[in-house]
T-cell receptor, first 112, second 112 residues
C-alpha cells in the first residue's frame, strides 16, 4: 500500500519568514495530493490540493509543488503570520481509491 | 451546500460503558463516509469507511464497530470502552467517486 512520509515533525519560524513542509510517497499510481490545516482543537480543513497533471499550484501565500519523478510534494507558505500556527497534514491517494494516506503531520509555530 | 454534523461534541465515559457517536451529512447523495481517530498530538488513524448503506470496511482491529443505516448517516459504536479509546473522533465524507475529504467538527471522547 501507499506510504507517506512527512518532514519536519515540528517547524518553528519567525513571523514573515517562509515555511516549507515536505512529503514523499511510495505509490507511483497516486495522483491526488491534498494539504490540510488543523488548528488546535479543531477539524482538519483543506487548504490546497494538487493533481498529478500539474507541477505547481498557488493560492495567495500558499503554494504546493509536485515532483512525480522523485515522488515528493511540498507545501510552501510565504510571509508567515501567527495565525498560520497549526498542524499541517499532507495526503496522497490514487484515482478510484476511496482511501487517502496521510502523513504524520507537521506542527508549525510562527513566533510574532 | 454540503454540511457535516457530529454529535456529541464532547463525551466523558467510564471504562466498560457503551458508546454511540453519530455523523450525518447534508446536501449530497451517496457520499463515501469515514471514521478517524486522533490521539492527542498524533496523526489521523482511519478506523472505518463506507461506500454505501450497509457497506462497512474496517481498517484496524479494535473493540469499535460502525454502521450505516441510512445513506447520509454513519454511526460509531462500542459495547465496552477501553481507556485507550480516548481521543478525538472525526467523521469525514467525499462525494461518490470523489477524492477530497471534508471533516466534521469532531467528538472529543475521554474514557476514565
Amino acid at each position: 500500500g501507499e506510504n507517506v512520509e512527512q518532514h519536519p515533525s515540528t517547524l518553528s519560524v519567525q513571523e514573515g519568514d517562509s515555511a516549507v513542509i515536505k512529503c514523499t510517497y511510495s505509490d507511483s499510481a497516486s495522483n491526488y495530493f491534498p494539504w490540510y490545516k488543523q488548528e488546535l482543537g479543531k477539524r482538519p480543513q483543506l487548504i490546497i490540493d494538487i493533481r498529478s497533471n500539474v507541477g505547481e499550484k498557488k493560492d495567495q501565500r500558499i503554494a504546493v509543488t509536485l515532483n512525480k519523478t522523485a515522488k515528493h510534494f511540498s507545501l510552501h507558505i510565504t510571509e508567515t503570520q501567527p495565525e498560520d500556527s497549526a498542524v499541517y497534514f499532507c495526503a496522497a491517494s490514487t484515482g478510484g481509491s476511496y482511501i487517502p494516506t496521510f502523513g504524520r503531520g507537521t506542527s508549525l509555530i510562527v513566533h510574532p | 451546500s454540503q454540511t457535516i454534523h457530529q454529535w456529541p461534541a464532547t463525551l466523558v465515559q467510564p471504562v466498560g460503558s457503551p458508546l454511540s457517536l453519530e455523523c450525518t451529512v447534508e446536501g449530497t447523495s451517496n457520499p463515501n463516509l469515514y471514521w478517524y481517530r486522533q490521539a492527542a498530538g498524533r496523526g489521523l488513524q482511519l478506523l472505518f469507511y463506507s461506500v454505501g448503506i450497509g457497506q462497512i470496511s474496517s481498517e484496524v482491529p479494535q473493540n469499535l464497530s460502525a454502521s450505516r443505516p441510512q445513506d447520509r448517516q454513519f454511526i460509531l459504536s462500542s459495547k465496552k470502552l477501553l481507556l485507550s479509546d480516548s481521543g478525538f473522533y472525526l467523521c469525514a465524507w467525499t462525494t461518490w467517486g470523489g477524492e477530497t475529504q471534508y471533516f466534521g467538527p469532531g467528538t472529543r471522547l475521554l474514557v476514565l
